[in-house]
């Protein structure tokens, strides 16, 4: 079984930080990619950024030069660093990642519950 925790959402003014972070555990052989998506309200889920061994990092284009995803060699744990927050970045934050779990020749995607970030202005 494959478990992934989100942490670090909370409430900030326009304009603050905050840092996500997401941690994949359990029977893991390998993780590929681990990405970040949100769903506002009323809205669809969408890709905010995304890191890889293919692609590297990407990014929406409605927070390049604003949040930035990093993922350490080697551990099954990814951040999101989101500065300059606006309204619109109000939304419920999920971490994905394309997991191969022990014993499995496939890589299968894996979702943490969330975790609210609001933004006031």
Do not use: H
Not at 19 to 37: E, P
Not at 87 to 100: I, Q, S
């Amino acid at each position: 079984q494959v478990n992934l925790v989100e942490s670090g959402g909370g409430s900030v003014q326009s304009g603050g930080s905050l840092r996500l972070s997401c941690q994949a555990s359990g029977r893991i052989f390998d993780v590929n990619a681990m990405r970040w998506y949100r769903q506002g309200p009323g809205k669809q889920r969408e890709l905010v950024a995304g890191v890889s061994r293919s692609f590297g990092t990407q990014y929406a284009g409605a927070v390049k030069g604003r949040f930035t995803i990093s993922r350490e060699n080697g551990k099954n744990a990814v951040t999101l660093q989101m500065n300059n927050l606006k309204p619109e970045d109000t939304a419920v934050y999920l971490c994905e990642a394309d997991v191969r779990p022990s014993g499995s020749d496939y890589y299968n995607d894996y979702w943490g519950q969330g975790t609210q970030v609001t933004v006031s202005s």
